[in-house]
């Protein structure tokens, strides 16, 4: 099994947005901050296909299964908006565990952690606990925790489990309707890489 191998791409451009923030305004704007930012930006997206921020937070239940790689959160660990200290929202005792399996090292990099610790083979709404306890594993999911329109949603379902389960169905529904080509619109792929000849 492959674990979220090059599945998580970005961050690159969050590197060249604080690049050019800092030769505008050093020293002002945090990589926490570009997150928030463009979780904003990327509800707007959702919002333009017809889904809301409710559909947002829940389809992010689904990181209640998987993994990543260290080298997707291993800023937090050790160099948190390059000040060469842990993010200071991180529960101390999650952040030890997550230093014992992503060492400050690149050797480690590709190393997997499960983005829900408390119950890895389950689906179920422990990813919001874990979010409700700073203990998050992306920073881009424990962001929902500070955003005034999303952390309502994330108490909701961290406490309501049957909730969490209702709104996660009704989104993936609303998501799978998106771009639906039906008729002469679109094809039966013989290879589901590549259109067909």
Same mark, same amino acid.
């Not at 406490?159 to 998106?178: A, H, N, P, V, W």
């Not at 771009?179 to 890489?193: D, E, P, V």
């Given at each position: 099994?492959?674990?979220?191998?090059?599945?998580?791409?970005?961050?690159?451009?969050?590197?060249?947005?604080?690049?050019? &923030?800092?030769?505008?305004?050093?020293?002002?704007?945090?990589?926490?901050? =570009?997150?928030?930012? &463009?979780?904003?930006? &990327? =509800?707007?997206?959702?919002?333009?296909? $017809?889904?809301?921020?409710? /559909?947002?937070? &829940?389809? #992010?239940? !689904?990181? #209640?299964? $998987?993994?990543? *790689?260290?080298?997707?959160?291993?800023?937090?660990?050790?160099?948190?908006?390059?000040?060469?200290?842990?993010?200071?929202?991180?529960?101390?005792?999650?952040?030890?565990?997550?230093?014992?399996?992503?060492?400050?090292?690149? +050797? +480690?990099?590709?190393?997997?952690?499960?983005?829900d610790?408390? #119950?890895?083979?389950r689906?179920?709404?422990?990813?919001y606990?874990?979010?409700?306890?700073?203990?998050?594993?992306?920073?881009?999911?424990?962001?929902?925790?500070?955003?005034?329109?999303?952390a309502p949603?994330?108490? %909701?379902?961290n406490?309501?489990?049957?909730?969490?389960?209702?709104?996660?169905? /009704? %989104?993936?529904?609303?998501?799978?309707?998106?771009? =639906?080509?039906?008729? *002469?619109? $679109? *094809?039966?792929?013989?290879?589901? !890489?590549?259109?067909n *000849?």
């Open positions: 099994m492959i674990h979220n191998i090059n599945s998580l791409r970005g961050f690159d451009v969050i590197d060249n947005i604080k690049a050019d &923030a800092e030769k505008l305004c050093p020293s002002t704007v945090s990589c926490a901050d =570009i997150i928030v930012l &463009a979780a904003r930006d &990327a =509800i707007a997206l959702f919002t333009s296909k $017809g889904l809301d921020i409710k /559909d947002v937070v &829940a389809l #992010t239940g !689904g990181h #209640t299964i $998987g993994y990543a *790689q260290c080298f997707t959160f291993k800023r937090r660990l050790y160099n948190f908006n390059g000040a060469r200290n842990p993010d200071p929202a991180l529960d101390s005792d999650f952040l030890s565990i997550l230093r014992s399996t992503c060492p400050n090292v690149d +050797s +480690s990099n590709t190393n997997i952690v499960p983005l610790s408390d #119950t890895t083979y689906f179920d709404n422990a990813y606990s874990n979010l409700v306890k700073n203990s998050g594993l992306l920073e881009s999911d424990q962001a929902l925790m500070t955003d005034m329109r999303t949603l994330v108490n %909701s379902y406490t309501d489990q049957m909730l969490f389960y209702k709104e996660f169905g /009704d %989104s993936m529904d609303r998501l799978g309707s998106i771009g =639906i080509l039906t008729g *002469q619109n $679109g *094809q039966i792929r013989n290879k589901c !890489g590549s259109v *000849q």
